[in-house]
């Protein structure tokens, strides 16, 4: 019998786990789900005899250990800096690793080590990083065949609300972890533009507010997103001139964001006394502006009647009461917005994926465009869930029931024996792309 740890039962694993439960009684599976949180756990293996809950502080050391030993895959949707804590218990114990997170530099430094003891860390095994990691690379690998110069790579992923739950002017509810949405873009931005690396710093990130136009939706906004020039190497395109990976909101949403950032709203490093104080003190002695009047003066042209309007309906000049304690603008922000942008019951969202591709073969110019729409079935059935989740466990059965050769080191899903099992499947759960050739 195999045994499949998956740690952590959060908003996203709910499609990861009903898959390998759904599979684990004809492989001969036990499937241990590992969280702090007892109900989550509950919820999500619905009393399945293939499952054992496992409620765990994933800090603690001998506890972690104990449960990776009995595992022959780690299937971690943990907060990014605990994987490192997995992997290095997953490289102890022998065991294999698939996550949604970005590589980091301790992961990777890890790879001539996981490659000589024979395991594969997949990592970037979700959505964004993920399923655009895929199926970039499949029309990648379908332009060189042809023997095709790729001259420019964009690729756009947004989580987004549905448009028939889109009730309220930021057009955006939580869809995904919040606090990655309050810390977007802190590290700035990197990318290729034209043959120039361009850098924009948080500031600078939001203003641009420059659209594409995804069909059967229209126009949406784009962000660019962290680092892009790490992946020039990894995606193979050396004729490129123009490289970059983005984030797709709602024009409004960037305009407001963009306000936000530029009143220091997003600020991880003060503090703020809760007791005795309001978001309307707050707001004044972070900004130094008595009121939204002066709030709108000090924006000036960043703040149209709309952005003013958005940054009232958050209740940020409101004297609602602050939690007691020292907190930061984030945080405080960040409590705010769980309130405000909560998915209510019966709300369903919305994932989209584009790639552009411009490419010349023979003389000849062409464009793809790639995009792909998911909307979520429920408010628990989400299509953030559907395609964070659902990748990592394809990718675990099909390495589990040996239909394929495991890949070994520290890796990104880059490679065709991966990728195409991988997105043959996800297109039978409607996760599917449709491409427009000029």
Known sequence: MQ???????????????????????????????????ATAIKEKIAGNKNAEAVVIDITNTADREALVKRADMVLSLMPPQLHLLLAKDCLKYKKD?????????????MSKEVKEAGLMFMCEMGLDPGIDHMTATR??????????????????????????????????????????????????????SKGKHVELPLDKMFEQNKKITVPGLGSLAYYPNRD??????????????????ATLRHPAFCKGWDAIIALGLTDATDAHE?????????????????????????????????????????????????????HSSADILLTLLLEKWKMEPGDTDMV??????????????????????????????????KTVGLPMAILARLVLTKKITKPTGVLLPNMASVYRPVLTELAHHGIVFTEEIE
């Open 139 to 192: 029309i990648i690998h379908s332009i060189h065949r042809a023997a095709g110069i790729i001259t420019s790579f964009k690729s756009y992923c947004g989580g987004l609300i549905a448009p028939e739950s889109d009730n309220n002017p930021w057009h955006y509810k939580f869809t995904w972890n919040p606090k990655n949405v309050i810390s977007a873009g802190a590290g700035g931005a990197k990318y290729l």
């Open 352 to 385: 989209v994926m584009q790639h552009e591709f411009e490419y010349e073969h023979r003389d000849k110019k062409t464009k793809i465009t790639s995009s792909m729409v998911l909307r979520g079935d429920d408010t628990e059935h989400s299509a953030m869930a």
């Open 3 to 37: 045994t499949i740890l998956i740690a952590g039962a959060g908003k996203s694993s709910i499609y990861l786990i009903e898959y390998i439960l759904t599979h684990a009684q004809r492989n001969k599976w036990k499937v241990i789900v590992a969280d702090g949180d």
């Open 97 to 109: 690793l698939i996550t949604s997170s970005y590589i980091s530099d301790e992961m990777s430094a």
């Open 274 to 326: 809760g007791k005795g104080n309001t978001l309307a003190g707050w707001m004044k002695k972070k900004t130094g502006l008595a009121d939204m009047k002066a709030v709108s003066k000090k924006l000036g042209a960043m703040a149209d009647e709309k952005v003013i309007a958005m940054l009232q309906w958050l209740g940020l000049f409101d004297e609602t009461p602050l939690p007691a304690g020292k």
């Open 228 to 245: 892009s020039l790490h992946y020039l190497g990894i995606y193979d395109i050396p004729d490129v001139h123009t490289f970059m990976r």
